[in-house]
């Protein structure tokens, strides 16, 4: 049966529930059923965006982890016609087995691209010209949040020490322990008070970030996160509680503001341009990208997904986003693109001289070569933005010579 009927005729869950989600699955089928060969980049990020909104809906989690039957079409290995046979799983199997027949058709089609043109899947390196072009265009990593490296053929967050002037050194160590501290006592009011876990969890986040002494500009996100989180869940302390948390939120925007990259950081945000579309669009891939990376595990660390979730929710409503929070998700996005399309181009250098096998090494390479694809879907659907922010108009002709490589 269709996931509608099945969703609609479940009676694990609340109907209403059932109502609102179960339209959206079959629409979901229904376009895997009429498009799957002809999805673009555009297509494949909305439909993977549409997928996660499902998964993270509270609705959805109602009757997630029910059964379900489904039929999977299956094809002979003589080449006759597709028949159907019913497959057991649940909800949450069934959207993500979705998921997979949409990439695994973007994936044959390309395959069948270059058995056209007569050359093998594996493996096609542009010229050494074209490949020192893609190293010179993409740049360093930006100032943000987060910072990525590719260490051991596995990507993981690149964790950089907080550094003031020397002369500030000391007050700056100083007023931090004197903030993991107060943090401490912060954490203990607020658990006793039982307030919202989400709310409680984002502020042992901050307090874990203080302790670690790395990633100033995460920890300033971090603490304007917390700030508006305190703001909606005030009602619900008492106000000695509440005041000492305001109290304490205020004392880490100080403590922050010591840093001369927390300062560049927020400098270059004030004077970026972002509208409510171009922020609603980068938390929808963000969200594409968080579930796509978790589903690595042999490829990417699991911190990275988490740090940018961590990131993409900072950013709250997109009618009211912050600069500093926009802003601070548009730069993580372009440091991830940037270090994967660093590590991709020394490994065409690498091997049209035969000196490496880095991508082999970076998980098989079917699994790191359907990432990379992923990846130049991702950036292709933010060019348009990245094009009105200051240095990232080397993205659009990266992906230009990426999409000319075969892996």
């Known amino acids: 049966m269709s996931l509608r009927t099945a969703v609609s005729s479940s009676r694990q869950i609340d109907m209403d529930d059932a109502l609102e989600v179960a339209p959206r699955l079959e629409i979901l089928r229904q376009l895997y059923v009429r498009n799957r060969r002809v ?24 009757f997630a982890q029910n059964p379900v039957v489904i039929r999977e079409h299956i094809r002979s290995s003589t080449g006759a016609r597709e028949r159907q046979e019913p497959v057991r799983t649940t909800f949450a199997g069934a959207l993500v087995l979705l998921r997979d027949r949409v990439r695994n058709a973007v994936q044959i089609d390309a395959d069948q691209e270059q058995l056209a043109l007569g050359e093998p899947r594996e493996l096609r390196i542009p010229d050494k010209r074209t490949i020192e072009r893609l190293s010179e ?6 100032l943000a949040p987060v910072q990525f490296k590719i260490q051991e053929a596995f990507l993981t967050v690149d964790h950089l020490p907080a550094t003031t002037s020397k002369q500030d050194t000391k007050s700056a160590e100083s007023a931090r322990e004197a903030l993991v501290s107060q943090g401490k006592t912060v954490v203990e009011e607020l658990r006793r008070s039982n307030c919202d876990t989400r709310f409680l969890e984002t502020v042992i986040s901050l307090q874990s970030k203080l302790q670690a002494a790395d990633d100033i500009i995460q920890l300033g996100i971090m603490n304007i996160s917390c700030v508006e989180m305190a703001k909606k869940y005030d009602a619900e302390l008492s106000d000695a509680v509440s005041a000492r948390l305001r109290a304490h939120l205020n004392s880490v925007n100080a403590y922050v503001a ?10 270059n945000a004030a004077v970026v341009e972002l509208d409510e579309s171009d922020i609603k669009k980068s938390v929808a891939i963000a969200d594409e990208i968080i579930s796509s990376l978790s589903a690595e595990p042999d490829l990417v660390d699991a911190e990275v997904p988490r740090t940018i979730k961590l990131i993409k929710e900072a950013v709250g409503d997109p009618k009211r986003a912050f600069k500093r929070t926009s802003y601070a998700l548009f730069r993580t996005l372009e440091n991830l693109f940037s270090k994967v399309f660093e590590y991709v181009a020394q490994f065409a250098s690498d091997f049209a001289t035969q000196t490496s096998t880095r991508l082999a090494k970076w998980g098989s390479r079917t699994a790191a070569g359907g990432l990379i694809t992923l990846m130049l879907g991702w950036a292709g659907a933010l060019t348009p ?22 892996f």
């Open 385 to 406: 933005i990245y094009e009105r922010l200051p240095d990232a108009e080397w993205l659009k002709p990266a992906i230009t010579i990426l999409r000319s490589f075969v």
């Open 39 to 62: 999805f673009t980049e555009n297509s494949m990020v909305r439909f993977f965006s549409e997928i996660t909104a499902i998964q993270e809906s509270a609705s959805f989690r109602q």
């Open 258 to 267: 010591q840093f001369p990259d927390w300062r560049r950081y927020t400098e």
């Open 137 to 142: 265009l993409v740049p360093e990593q930006k």
